[in-house]
Nanobody, 136 residues
């Protein structure tokens, strides 16, 4: 059984950094798409960063590109989201997600992140979420 567990959320002031971790159990990490999404009340879930684990291709939503960095620690089966220069609009519940299928190519990670997946190559394992609150 695959389990994803996020940690590292909290309440911070604008401009500082936070580091989110996602620990995976029961999941084969190699050659997979893993990603971070976020959601605020009343809004649709938004894909913000993804990584294709074999070739370490990364993809970012324009709103976080240059401020957030997604990375992996294969030895620990952990994915990290380093969030720098946080803004109040980054306030959300953050979820890590993983794709059960091996992607055909790295862009499958990005298509699914942006809601343009084909219904087959999608993120289908999800964590419980961790709250990030950024105050001005």
């Amino acid at each position: 059984q695959v389990q994803l567990v996020e940690s590292g959320g909290g309440s911070v002031q604008a401009g500082v950094s936070l580091r989110l971790s996602c620990a995976a159990s029961g999941y084969t990490w190699n050659s997979k798409c893993v990603a971070w999404f976020r959601q605020t009340p009343g809004k649709e879930r938004e894909g913000i960063a993804a990584i294709y684990t074999s070739l370490i291709h990364t993809f970012y939503h324009p709103s976080v590109k240059g401020r957030f960095t997604i990375s992996q620690d294969n030895a620990e089966n952990t994915m990290v989201l380093q969030m720098d220069a946080l803004k109040p609009e980054d306030t959300a519940v953050y979820y890590c997600a993983a794709m059960s299928r091996i992607p055909r190519f790295p862009n499958d990670c990005n298509y699914a992140l942006n809601g343009h997946g084909d219904g087959v190559f999608e993120y289908d394992y999800w964590g419980q979420g961790t709250q990030v609150t950024v105050s001005s």
